[in-house]
């Protein structure tokens, strides 16, 4: 995804799907090294129960993270490879 600039503003609020269709969810937020900036997970918000059956690390208050090296896309939508979350 380099060279891609997406501003922070412009991911919140999008549709995360799998390559497949499957809809897993809303971004809220992202995780990121804070001494080199680098993202490390998105935020889910809106899970649908599909999402709730994979096997995804969560945050301290329940809500799940998609790790951002599983991200294929990010336009209308944030496109995952659901290989990479499994």
Do not use: W
């Not at 600039?5 to 809809?23: A, D, F, P």
């Not at 994979?54 to 951002?68: D, M, Q, R």
């Amino acid at each position: 995804m380099q060279g891609n600039k997406n501003t922070y503003n412009s991911i919140l609020g999008k549709m995360i799907v799998t390559k497949e269709g499957k809809r897993l969810g809303f971004v809220k937020d992202t995780t990121f090294e804070t001494k080199s900036g680098e993202l490390i997970n998105l935020v889910v918000k809106d899970s649908t129960p599909y999402t709730k059956n994979l096997n995804l690390e969560k945050t301290s208050g329940g809500e799940l993270l998609i790790p951002y090296n599983s991200i294929i896309a990010i336009g209308d939508f944030v496109i995952v490879s659901e290989e990479d979350l499994i």
